[in-house]
């Protein structure tokens, strides 16, 4: 299975041309993922006819949640699965980088409470101890987790993803992301035993208007300082051969 990381309806687009056949719904990507608009999730379920899940993820920075930004979260949560979405992405943690079982028990509850998959983000890389926080996650009945191995890229987290595919395994999900590309998503699957992997399958599109008057908009580095992220289709079909998946989509 690969699952595509989309920050737009565009992107679903382009995800799903390419074969992919789950996403993960977000906006604002250069901030880590945040919730993506209703009508964004609405456009996608009409006319892609893909598997969805919807980022819940109200602002940039940790996932230490107050009171506020977790009220916010839970109707996202129920606006999401109630208008399509196939499962919610999400992470709470304490200040102390353990799992905040209450705010992610409730969040779980509210999605299997529709039927849909609950799906534990990379929040998972920023705790305090990986075993622990599987041990509780499986306790709380989330679906599947998106880990890099506690690394900034998964081929750097090799060695624990393959410890936690070995022991997790058979009782959740494991879904390996960050800096997963054609030319190393077979090895890592290989190597780790995973069958699952998330990628972002980037490009970029510029838009001359990004930097005008010495005001700028910019968030790419350079060269892409005048561009904004996309998915790319071509990217997404080499991705899908390299793993092994090209007869599956008709490729």
Not at 95 to 113: C, F, G, K, M, Y
């Amino acid at each position: 299975m690969l699952e595509i990381c989309c920050g737009s309806y565009y992107d679903a687009v382009q995800a799903a041309s390419g074969g992919a056949k789950r996403i993960e719904l977000n906006s604002g990507l250069h901030l880590g993922g945040l919730t993506p608009s209703l009508g964004t999730l609405e456009l996608v379920k009409e006319h892609c006819g893909i598997r969805t899940v919807a980022m819940v993820r109200p602002r940039g920075g940790g996932f230490c949640y107050c009171k506020e930004d977790f009220e916010v979260m839970e109707m996202d949560t129920r606006i999401l699965v109630s208008h399509g979405a196939d499962g919610i992405a999400f992470g709470c943690l304490n200040p102390d980088a353990t799992i905040n079982r209450e705010q992610n028990e409730r969040l779980v509850s509210i999605i299997h409470e529709y039927g849909k998959e609950a799906v534990f983000h990379r929040a998972f890389d920023c705790t305090d101890n990986p075993y622990r926080s599987m041990e509780i996650l499986i306790d709380m009945g989330v679906d599947r987790v998106l880990t890099s191995g506690l690394k900034a890229k998964a081929v750097e987290g090799t060695a624990l993803l393959k410890e936690l595919q070995a022991m997790y395994g058979d009782r959740i999900e494991i879904l390996a992301g960050s800096g997963i590309n054609a030319g190393n998503a077979r090895k890592l699957m290989d190597d780790t035993g995973l069958t699952q992997v998330h990628s972002s399958c980037k490009d970029w599109v510029e838009d001359p208007t990004t930097i005008v008057n010495s005001v700028s908009y910019a968030f790419g580095a350079a060269p892409n300082e005048r561009a904004y992220d996309v998915v790319s289709e071509e990217l997404v079909r080499k991705l899908l051969i390299s793993i092994g998946e090209a007869g599956e989509t008709g490729l």
